[in-house]
C-alpha cells in the first residue's frame, strides 16, 4: 500500500511546491511510482510541469463531478492538476456533508497503483489542506531558518493534533526540513539548532540550500534532475529522497 504524504505549511513561498516537483522527480528516478496531486488553486506544480490547459484537474473531483485522473509526465510520475476555479472550492463546499473527506474518498482507488501519493498544499490552513490532512499517512513540512518559522510550526502542529483527534488517526509528522539555506549564515544554523530541540529525529539530515536552479527549473516545465544535474539542488533533493526512503523502510 502507497504512502499518502501532505507537503505543508501555511506561510507561503517556503518552498512546499519545490519540494513537491523535486521529491516526487527523485522518488520516480529511484524507482518508485509517484503521483504529485496540486491542491493549490495557484497551481504552481501544474505549471511547473508545463501543463496549461488541463482536461481534467481536482476542482472538478472534489466537486463530485469526476473521478482522479492523473496526468502522465514521465515513467513512473503522475500529476492531478490544479486551476484557480479551486479558489472558489472553499465556499462552494462549505455546507456539504463529510466535506473533509472528499479527496480521501477520491483517492482510495490509488492507494494501491502509486508507492507514494504527495499533495501540495496551498499557503492555508482552510478546507483543501483538511482534506490533504485527513486523508494522509505523513506530513512533511518544509520551512526556512528565520526566527518566526519555530512560531508557524506551533501553529500547525495545533491543527495536525486535533486532526489527528477528530478526523485522521494515523497522521504523523515524519519530515521536518530546511529549505533555502545558506550555511554562512548565523541566524541559519541557530534556527535549524531550535528546530530540532523542538522535533529531533524528525528534522532531516539533509538541508535542502539555496539554489538559484530550483527556481529556474519550473521555467522550463522541469524538474531539478532534467534540468541542471549537476547542480546543488539536484544533490540535495537527491539526498533527501534517500532519506525518505530510508525511513520507510
Ligand atoms: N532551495 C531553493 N533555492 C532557491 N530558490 C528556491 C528554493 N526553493 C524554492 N525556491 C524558490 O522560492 C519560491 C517559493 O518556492 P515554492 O513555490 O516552492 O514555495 P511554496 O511554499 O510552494 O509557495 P506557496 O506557499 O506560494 O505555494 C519559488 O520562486 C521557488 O522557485
Ligand atoms: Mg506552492
Known amino acids: 500500500m502507497g504512502k499518502v504524504i501532505s507537503i505543508s505549511n501555511h506561510k507561503g513561498g517556503v518552498g512546499k511546491t519545490t519540494s513537491v516537483v523535486n521529491i516526487g522527480a527523485g ?12 491542491l493549490d488553486p495557484q497551481a ?5 510541469y508545463g501543463i496549461n490547459k488541463p482536461d481534467s484537474t481536482i476542482y472538478e473531483v472534489l466537486k463530485g463531478e469526476s473521478a482522479i485522473l492523473p496526468i502522465n509526465i514521465y515513467e513512473r510520475l503522475d500529476v492531478v492538476a490544479s486551476t484557480l476555479d479551486l479558489s472558489g472550492a472553499e465556499m462552494e463546499l462549505s455546507s456539504e456533508a463529510g466535506r473533509e473527506f472528499i479527496l480521501d474518498e477520491a483517492l482510495s482507488n490509488l492507494r494501491d497503483v502509486y508507492d507514494f ?12 489542506t483538511t482534506n490533504a490532512l485527513t486523508t494522509c499517512d505523513e506530513v512533511f513540512i518544509p520551512l526556512q531558518a528565520h526566527y518566526l518559522a519555530v512560531k508557524e510550526l506551533a501553529k500547525i502542529v495545533e491543527v495536525i493534533n486535533k486532526i489527528k483527534k477528530r478526523l485522521n488517526k494515523k497522521i504523523e509528522i515524519t519530515c521536518v526540513f530546511v529549505t533555502q539555506f545558506d550555511k554562512r549564515k548565523i541566524l541559519h544554523r541557530d534556527v535549524l539548532e531550535t528546530i530540532k530541540t523542538y522535533f529531533q529525529e524528525k528534522v532531516c539530515e539533509t538541508k535542502i540550500r539555496d539554489n538559484i536552479s530550483l527556481a529556474e527549473a519550473p521555467t522550463r516545465g ?4 532534467r534540468y541542471s544535474p549537476s ?5 540535495d533533493y537527491e539526498n533527501l529522497c534517500k532519506e525518505i526512503i530510508n525511513r520507510k523502510k
Not at 522518488?27 to 496540486?38: E, H, P, S, T, W
Not at 501519493?117 to 483543501?128: M, Y
Not at 547542480?231 to 544533490?235: F, V
Open 222 to 225: 522541469l524538474d531539478i534532475f
Open 27 to 38: 522518488l520516480a528516478n529511484q524507482g518508485y511510482k509517484v503521483l504529485l496531486i496540486d
Open 44 to 48: 504552481n506544480l501544474t505549471l511547473s
Open 117 to 128: 501519493i504527495l499533495i501540495d498544499c496551498p499557503p492555508s490552513l482552510g478546507l483543501l
Open 231 to 235: 547542480s546543488t539542488g539536484a544533490e
